[in-house]
């Protein structure tokens, strides 16, 4: 069965290993954003990758620039689909577009929480919830996969 799983790379190699992915015809996927005129990686030693594991697993690490598949002792952690959807629904013209100081968070946008025992945490903002202004929001959305409701005063976008 095909999944997504996050990839690590080398450092700045993340276009090196889009590209051997993409001649290889597996589905990969790297969000870019710009700023300053350059495309960047908007995860920067990261990017997503869509594969069969076990059968594919060694082409995928023994690609040229690859450290490893993000997971566990047990193996590859997939990602949810909707993580993915969430990120390109944030594209304009396959960039990520960046968002102002003071907006507020759509889905897809790295948020932190500002106060409380989980200041510092960071994630992606999933969806507001109707209940006392509250939102879940993706916990550390490469290297675990957990979900988190919290109040939305709580929290406040990342500027980039």
Do not use: H
């Amino acid at each position: 069965m095909m999944n997504w799983y996050v990839v690590r790379t080398k450092p700045k190699k993340e276009f090196q290993v889009e590209s051997l992915f993409s001649q290889a015809r597996l589905t990969v996927y790297n969000p870019k954003y710009r700023q300053d005129g350059v495309v960047r990686p908007f995860f920067p030693g990261y990017l997503f990758l869509k594969f069969r594991y076990p059968e594919q697993y060694r082409t995928v690490i023994y690609t040229r620039g690859v450290q490893r598949v993000v997971g566990n002792a047990e193996g590859p952690i997939s990602v949810q689909p909707e993580i993915i959807k969430c990120l390109k629904s944030r594209e304009k013209n396959g960039l990520i577009e960046l968002m102002k100081y003071g907006e507020e968070p759509q889905p897809g946008d790295e948020i932190v929480v500002m106060e409380g025992p989980l200041k510092g945490l960071r994630g992606l903002f999933f969806k507001p919830l109707s209940d006392r202004q509250r939102v879940m929001i993706l916990l550390n959305y490469v290297a675990y996969q957990g979900s988190l409701m919290i109040e939305k005063r709580r929290i406040k976008k990342v500027c980039p």
